[in-house]
């Protein structure tokens, strides 16, 4: 859909009051020039130092957070602290926004345990109580624009039994993006895109396929976090969605401005 923009962002990027005003700010103006926009965000960082506050020791495999019961109870509880931080904000700069689980408009199934290679040698982790996007509800999305109002997801998921799920804030916005069938999906992060040399901000690509990331994560050029993110732009490019592009949440001056104006602006993703 023209105009119809899915943004996601994740704790390391846009973190605290400012970080966040600074973004409502800019989406507000971009919803002030017609764009319609559906806003995920995560809460890696916060969700990691309140299970240490808590004597749990967090522990991700490829970027994606193994969850129990214990550590999803935590997630739930940061995350919708953070959701209500992020919609008070937006509500601060003038856009009528409503914040919501991800089970509110997606179906998740249980992800399978993950393979993995450790001194070459290859094993499986079971990653608990850790969700990917089954089925997206777009009507319900569209609901609320109609009604000028901007959804605010969090990335809690059901299956379909009703047990909860943790979700990857980047899974959850492909899925989401991929369902709802927008003009752009836009991860903001705290890197200007996908860099060649992980140090030096000066090394990031304006552009690459499928094929060339597929390049970099077998080299290790693409790690950590990175992963979950690149998989989900992939995710979202095969399930239709037509651009797929990272941005740095810590430019002062644009974070998602840009987006309409056909500049050269962060790495976009191509088939
Ligand atoms: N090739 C790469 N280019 C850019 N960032 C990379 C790359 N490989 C790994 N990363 C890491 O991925 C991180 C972004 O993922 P993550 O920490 O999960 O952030 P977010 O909160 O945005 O999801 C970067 O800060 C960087 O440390
Ligand atoms: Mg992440």
């Excluded at 193994?66 to 940061?78: C, H, I, K, P, W």
């Excluded at 982790?125 to 089954?134: A, I, T, W």
């Excluded at 976090?225 to 037509?242: F, Q, T, Y």
Aim: glycine share 12%.
């Amino acid at each position: 859909m023209k105009g119809l923009y899915v943004l996601k962002f994740g704790g390391n990027a846009i973190r605290g009051r400012e970080d966040m005003m600074r973004l409502s700010a800019e989406i507000a103006e971009l919803i002030h020039d017609g764009c319609r926009i559906i806003l995920v965000h995560g809460g890696g960082p916060e969700i990691s130092e309140e299970m240490e506050r808590r004597g749990m020791i967090p522990r991700k495999v490829h970027g994606i957070r193994v969850t129990d019961e214990d550590s999803l109870e935590v997630a739930e509880t940061v995350l919708r602290r953070l959701n209500s931080e992020v919609v008070g904000c937006l509500q601060d700069s003038g856009v009528q926004a409503l914040g919501i689980p991800g089970y509110f408009c997606t179906v998740c199934s249980r992800k399978p345990p993950m393979a993995i290679e450790e001194d070459g040698v290859t094993g499986e982790v079971d990653l608990g109580l850790v969700g990917e996007v089954s089925g997206t509800d777009p009507q319900c999305l569209f609901d609320l624009l109609n009604q000028g109002i901007t959804p605010v997801i969090y990335p809690i998921g059901k299956d379909a039994e009703g047990t909860k799920l943790n979700v990857n804030a980047d899974t959850m916005v492909a899925g989401i993006a991929a369902g709802v069938g927008c003009e752009e999906m836009i991860t903001i992060t705290d890197v200007p895109g996908i860099l060649l040399d992980v140090n030096d901000p000066s090394s990031k690509v304006n552009s690459l396929t499928l094929g060339e990331v597929d390049a970099l994560i077998a080299d290790g050029t693409i790690s950590g976090g990175m992963i979950p993110k690149v998989e989900a732009c992939r995710n979202a490019l095969l399930a239709g969605v037509s651009t797929v592009r990272m941005v740095n949440g810590k430019d002062p001056r644009n974070i998602v401005t840009d987006i309409t104006k056909g500049v050269p602006h962060g790495t976009v993703i191509t088939k």
